[in-house]
């Protein structure tokens, strides 16, 4: 077996609802997932890589078993499947928004359940059941636990169960089926994880933790942008005082001029406040850019 061969390193994209935020956040790295109808396994623009499509619910178990060598799942799969993976690191990204999600304890809104002792003797539908159990056999509350292969908020409205746990990123589902929240359960969010024999490859673990090192720059950037803006160099020190920035601005000298080239980067939420107030200070010619990747 050549050693280019030999090198390959199987990764798990989550099919589904982030599997389109996972391939934009993947681009962003540096590498490129082609899917194709109906295949579960998507182009990758990496010779030494070979990617899959997963339920989220299934990859923890996949990479646990060898099947694969990494994969990104929630935080609540790894718990559910009571998966022994290595934790590689938290990416906290989502579908809807860059909050972890909330796996919650939700009754209907008319109900008399306040908090979830009230619950002792009924009925709770979830997918996530063995989580579930364990939450309330630690909180010493008898219930009993029915697996719900979906529609779940429905389950309360139909009478079928007293309460469920879902995971929401916003509530509004919940809200909108007549629910209401009386516990958290759990917050999670996604992470990158790997098989212990995988990690322990010299050559694999260095592939991983160059995939993170990458993916987490990328997550970086999303909250960054980089401003560029010429001015004299007599107004410096108004502008100073306005730029909030990782590191010092990079200032260089135009040509054959007493004017100044500056270059910083800032989050992305105060460039609508800085563009006047640097222009204001004597600042021209103020360009904004999107960033990919800040390592």
Same mark, same amino acid.
């Given at each position: 077996?050549?050693?280019?061969?030999?090198?390959?390193?199987?990764?798990?994209?989550?099919?589904?609802?982030?599997?389109?935020?996972?391939?934009?956040?993947?681009?962003?790295?540096?590498?490129?997932?082609?899917?194709?109808?109906?295949?579960?396994?998507?182009?990758?623009?990496?010779?030494?890589?070979?990617?899959?499509?997963?339920?989220?619910?299934?990859?923890?178990?996949?990479?646990?078993?060898?099947?694969?060598?990494?994969?990104?799942?929630?935080?609540?799969?790894?718990?559910?499947?009571?998966?022994?993976?290595?934790?590689?690191?938290?990416?906290?990204?989502?579908?809807?928004?860059?909050?972890?999600?909330?796996?919650?304890?939700?009754?209907?809104?008319?109900?008399?359940?306040?908090?979830?002792?009230?619950?002792?003797?009924?009925?709770?539908?979830?997918?996530?059941v063995t989580y579930?159990?364990?939450?309330?056999?630690?909180?010493?509350?008898?219930?009993?636990?029915?697996?719900?292969?979906?529609?779940?908020?429905?389950?309360?409205?139909?009478?079928?169960?007293?309460?469920?746990?879902?995971?929401?990123?916003?509530?509004?589902?919940?809200k909108a089926h007549?629910?209401?929240?009386? /516990?958290? &359960?759990?917050?999670? @969010? *996604?992470? #990158?994880?790997?098989?212990?024999? %995988?990690?322990?490859?010299?050559?694999?673990? /260095?592939? &991983?933790?160059?995939? @993170? *090192?990458? #993916?987490?720059?990328?997550?970086? %950037?999303?909250?960054?942008?980089?401003?560029?803006?010429?001015?004299?160099?007599?107004?410096?020190?108004?502008?100073?005082?306005?730029?909030?920035?990782?590191?010092?601005?990079?200032?260089?000298?135009?040509?054959?001029?007493?004017?100044?080239?500056i270059e910083v980067?800032?989050?992305?939420?105060?460039?609508?406040?800085?563009?006047?107030?640097?222009?204001?200070?004597?600042?021209?010619?103020?360009?904004?850019?999107?960033?990919?990747?800040?390592?």
């Amino acid at each position: 077996m050549s050693e280019e061969t030999k090198n390959i390193l199987k990764l798990g994209i989550p099919k589904g609802s982030l599997e389109e935020a996972t391939k934009k956040l993947f681009a962003k790295a540096g590498w490129k997932l082609t899917s194709h109808h109906r295949n579960y396994f998507p182009d990758i623009n990496d010779k030494n890589m070979k990617c899959s499509l997963c339920r989220a619910q299934e990859m923890a178990r996949y990479v646990a078993s060898g099947v694969l060598d990494v994969g990104l799942t929630g935080k609540d799969w790894i718990l559910e499947n009571e998966a022994d993976v290595v934790v590689v690191s938290d990416l906290i990204y989502s579908k809807v928004s860059a909050k972890p999600a909330r796996w919650v304890l939700a009754v209907a809104g008319d109900s008399p359940y306040k908090r979830p002792e009230d619950l002792a003797g009924k009925k709770i539908a979830t997918e996530f059941v063995t989580y579930t159990k364990k939450y309330f056999k630690n909180a010493g509350i008898p219930v009993t636990v029915d697996y719900s292969w979906g529609a779940t908020e429905a389950k309360v409205v139909e009478g079928l169960a007293d309460a469920i746990v879902e995971i929401t990123e916003t509530g509004t589902t919940i809200k909108a089926h007549g629910l209401r929240i009386i /516990a958290e &359960i759990l917050q999670t @969010n *996604t992470q #990158l994880i790997a098989n212990k024999e %995988a990690w322990q490859d010299p050559w694999k673990r /260095a592939k &991983i933790e160059n995939m @993170n *090192t990458l #993916l987490q720059g990328a997550l970086r %950037a999303e909250k960054l942008v980089a401003l560029k803006m010429n001015a004299p160099a007599g107004s410096m020190d108004a502008i100073m005082e306005i730029l909030p920035s990782m590191t010092s601005p990079t200032i260089a000298h135009l040509y054959n001029s007493d004017w100044l080239s500056i270059e910083v980067v800032v989050d992305s939420s105060h460039v609508r406040d800085l563009i006047p107030r640097l222009q204001e200070a004597g600042a021209e010619a103020i360009i904004e850019y999107a960033l990919n990747k800040v390592v």
